[in-house]
């Protein structure tokens, strides 16, 4: 059975930073290309980052320079470090399979990212 347990968001302010984690039994160690998703209140939900099981990364454009995305097979996580961050980036933050087209219907709970001073 998929599991995906993101944890890590909070509130910070303007400028400050974040670790987001995820937790994917089977899923990251099976080498699959893993992404981190966001969905903000009345918006669809977007990938921001991807990893691939070798550790090529892509960033959506208006995360570049701030945000890293990292994993760690043998623990099963990924990651997605923070900085600079910016009340737009306030969301919802998921992970999952990456592309978007080959995510499971299933998704976690998420983790909850709110950027206000």
């Known amino acids: 059975q998929v599991q995906l347990v993101e944890s890590g968001g909070g509130l910070v302010q303007p400028g400050g930073s974040l670790r987001l984690s995820c937790a994917a039994s089977r899923i990251i160690s099976s080498g699959y290309t893993m992404g981190w998703y966001r969905q903000a209140p009345g918006k669809q939900r977007e990938l921001v980052a991807s990893?691939?099981?070798?550790?090529?990364?892509n960033y959506l454009d208006s995360v570049k320079g701030r945000f890293t995305i990292s994993r760690d097979n043998a623990k099963s996580t990924v990651y997605l470090q923070m900085n600079s961050l910016k009340p737009e980036d306030t969301a919802v933050y998921y992970c999952n399979k990456s592309p978007p087209r080959y995510a499971y219907s299933y998704w976690g709970q998420g983790t909850q990212v709110t950027v206000s001073s």
């Open positions: 990893i691939t099981s070798g550790g090529s990364t």
